[in-house]
């Protein structure tokens, strides 16, 4: 019974120092439930390119974000591009862990900054998910991509801005809708 009662304490202790200084951030802090889901969307995606001509391309997008483990999640991503009756399609699936900092994931995968994908992590922050990625595809550019999603009442934002060096070369503005399954 004297066991009982002093880890009674402890654990009365241990819960009185996490409410004054806060539990862990995996613990205390995921933020990501009320993006899960699939959302379909479509908008317009603006290029810049060399010559400075801009390219207006209507984007079908395709963004599923399900839960993975204790706090992480998986971002799959499939775009489709129309340009002059043509069809691009692109797709990445990412996978994020939280970090120590609460709202902020790490992806989980090694961080090569040569690589396509690069270096990339997210934040959660109030209604918008923001993923941001950092490469260098040759030695002499560097590519950093972000993309929002907000939450609204109708459904979700969509942001993305491709910058290399200090230069937009792309950008894309559209809205999804969470699909029922």
């Not at 989980?108 to 950092?134: E, F």
Request: hydrophobic share 40%.
């Amino acid at each position: 019974m004297k066991q009982f009662k002093s880890g009674l304490r402890l654990a009365s202790a241990l819960a009185v120092a996490a409410s004054m200084f806060g539990a862990p951030a995996a613990w205390a802090f995921s933020g990501v439930e009320p993006f899960l889901g699939q959302w379909l969307g479509e908008g317009v995606t603006k290029s810049s390119g060399a010559m400075e001509n801009v390219d207006f391309r209507g984007t079908d997008l395709d963004v599923q974000i399900y839960p993975k483990g204790a706090g992480g999640f998986i971002v799959s991503q499939r775009e489709v591009l129309w340009s002059a009756g043509e069809e691009v399609q692109n797709s990445m699936t990412l996978v994020f862990e939280p970090t120590v900092q609460p709202g902020v994931f790490e992806a989980q995968s090694d961080c090569n900054p040569v690589s396509r994908v690069g270096c990339a992590w997210a934040r959660i922050s109030g209604d918008t998910l923001t993923i941001t990625m950092l490469s260098f595809q040759r030695a002499d550019e560097a590519n950093y991509r972000v993309y929002k999603r907000t939450l609204t009442d109708d459904g979700l934002e969509l942001a993305y801005s491709h910058m290399v060096d200090d230069t937009v070369a792309e950008s894309f503005e559209g809205f999804a809708v969470r699909q029922i399954n």
